[in-house]
Structures are given as structure tokens and as C-alpha cells.
């Protein structure tokens, strides 16, 4: 029998860098992850990948290579992969932000 369900509350946090965490899914090519950043999140590199998400809680503000956009609970995102639209997300002191990312393997 196919699951279609998935139960996030049996996945195990996993801590990729400081600040970030996330739960894992994958099947099929795809992936979906219930991410968590905190303030002591720091990214020392451009990131050009591309990200489809949901703000499910929290504010988080993304750097386009200048132009700062801040996402809040409620908002979606849609970042294109590539250079020119390389990005570097930056929380507040004292916020969270609580995501949803769907992704392609």
C-alpha cells in the first residue's frame, strides 16, 4: 500500500549548519522539508539555488545581491535557481522562521 501521508511529528530534526534545521522527506524525485531558522543563522555564501516554499511562522528577510525582501508567516516564495538570482536569508535577532520547501532531487 502507498502512504500519502506525511507525518512530520515521527521525523528526527537534523541540524545541517548552525542556526537551520530540518525535517526530510524524499520519494520519487522530490523532496519535501520542514525547515527552521533561527538567528544565529548565518550564510557566508551566495546560494543560487532555487527554493519554492511557504512561510508557515516567523519572518525571515531574503538578500537579493541588495534587495532585501522579508517574508512573514502566510507569505509564499519562489526563488528561480541561478546567478542571477543568487540570495542570502537573514533573521532578526530574537525571530524564527518556520518553513516549508518543496524541491526536485
Known amino acids: 500500500m502507498v502512504s500519502r501521508l506525511i507525518d512530520f511529528k515521527v521525523i528526527d530534526w537534523e541540524n545541517p549548519a548552525p542556526g ?3 525535517k526530510v522527506f524524499s520519494k520519487n524525485g ?3 522539508r520542514l525547515v527552521e531558522f533561527s538567528d544565529s543563522f548565518v550564510e557566508a555564501e551566495w ?18 545581491d541588495g534587495e532585501k525582501i522579508e517574508f512573514k508567516s502566510g507569505d509564499g516564495l519562489f526563488i528561480p535557481e541561478g546567478e ?4 542570502k ?3 532578526a535577532k530574537g525571530e524564527k522562521a ?6 526536485k532531487l
Do not use: M, W
Not at 532555487?50 to 531574503?62: E, F
Not at 542571477?84 to 540570495?87: A, E, F, L, M
Not at 518556520?98 to 524541491?103: C, Q, Y
Open 20 to 22: 537551520v534545521r530540518h
Open 30 to 32: 522530490q523532496r519535501i
Open 47 to 64: 546560494c543560487t539555488k532555487g527554493h519554492v516554499g511557504y512561510i508557515l511562522d516567523g519572518r525571515i528577510s531574503i538578500d537579493f
Open 84 to 87: 542571477p538570482n543568487k540570495h
Open 89 to 91: 536569508a537573514i533573521v
Open 98 to 103: 518556520l518553513i516549508i520547501l518543496f524541491e
